[in-house]
């Protein structure tokens, strides 16, 4: 069974960092791209990140781009996203999902930007 | 960036009813649209790949239609357990952009 499971999140000052998780099982990892996509709440989907099973490919939304970086380590199964210089607009249920078309989604971790 | 505009914004039907949603992209997108189902506190559920593909363990009664710019979503017979929000999106190309939504209720 495909599992993604998000951790990471909280309630952080604006201008603070916070680093998400995504620990990914019940598929082979490496050969699939994966994503960030966010809820505000109340609101629609937006997507933030993207990057291919090797890495080698890399893409951003203009509203997160410079602040926020995607990554992944395949030898623990794990996806990241480091978020940087964060804004109260960044508040948002932020999901992990696999490949694209989003075929699988994690349960979703919750920031909150706020001082 | 290609624009989803979805409608309707929400939609009230009765049990048995068959009832479409409605997705036009900007630019051709040459088929990369899928469906999503979001029940309220759940996380996104993927119902439609490649535009008219059904996504393993999704029920019959829902198909999905179209090309080039204009796609459908159709939910035949609509049960209690489809209450939910509906959301289209292109991965045709980036950055992948998602439909506003369409909230249905039952009648």
């Known amino acids: 069974e495909v599992q993604l499971v998000e951790s990471g999140g909280g309630l952080v000052q604006p201008g603070r960092s916070l680093k998400l998780s995504c620990l990914a099982s019940g598929f082979t990892f490496s050969n699939y791209g994966m994503n960030w996509i966010r809820q505000a709440p109340g609101k629609g989907l937006e997507w933030v990140a993207s990057?291919?099973?090797?890495?080698?490919?890399?893409y951003y939304a203009d509203t997160v781009k410079g602040r926020f970086t995607i990554s992944r380590d395949n030898a623990k199964n794990t996806l990241y996203l480091q978020m940087t210089s964060l804004r109260s607009e960044d508040t948002a249920l932020y999901y992990c999902?696999?490949?694209?078309?989003?075929?699988?989604w994690g349960q979703g971790v919750m920031v909150t930007v706020s001082s | 960036d290609i624009q989803m505009t979805q409608s309707p914004a929400s939609l009230s039907a009765s049990l048995g009813e068959t009832v479409t949603i409605e997705c036009r992209a900007s630019?051709?997108?040459?088929?990369?649209l899928a469906w999503y189902q979001q029940k309220p506190g759940k996380s996104p559920q993927l119902l439609i790949y490649?535009?008219?593909s059904l996504h393993t363990g999704v029920p019959s009664r829902f198909s999905g239609s179209g090309s080039g710019t204009q796609y459908s979503l159709k939910i035949n017979s609509l049960q209690s357990e489809d209450v939910a929000s509906y959301f289209c999106?292109?991965?045709?190309?980036?950055?992948?952009?998602f439909g506003a939504g369409t909230k249905l209720e039952l009648k």
């Open positions: 990057i291919s099973s090797s890495s080698s490919y890399i």
């Open positions: 490649n535009a008219n």
């Open positions: 999106q292109q991965y045709y190309n980036y950055p992948y952009t």
């Open positions: 999902a696999r490949l694209g078309p989003l075929d699988y």
């Open positions: 630019e051709d997108i040459y088929n990369g």
